[in-house]
């Protein structure tokens, strides 16, 4: 049996004064912790990136090339 995976890592970083206020700020007009906020944001962000980068974008004349090779039989 494998042992759980840990669920405490901390992430860490640095950020200048005013973003740290920007982000308390919207943390606070939201009603979470500033930590709370903060992985919120960036798992949301993160999830979009995934996502974007899993969708392939053909223009139409390249789409009816790939149904054509589809259609072939």
Known sequence: MSSPLPNNVRVTTRVPVSVKETLQKAAD???AT???FLISAAVKEAQAVIKQQ???RLSSSDAD???SF???K
């Open 54 to 56: 899993q969708v392939i």
């Open 34 to 36: 500033l930590n709370q």
């Open 65 to 67: 090339k790939i149904f």
């Open 70 to 72: 589809i259609d072939i």
């Open 29 to 31: 007009l939201t009603g």
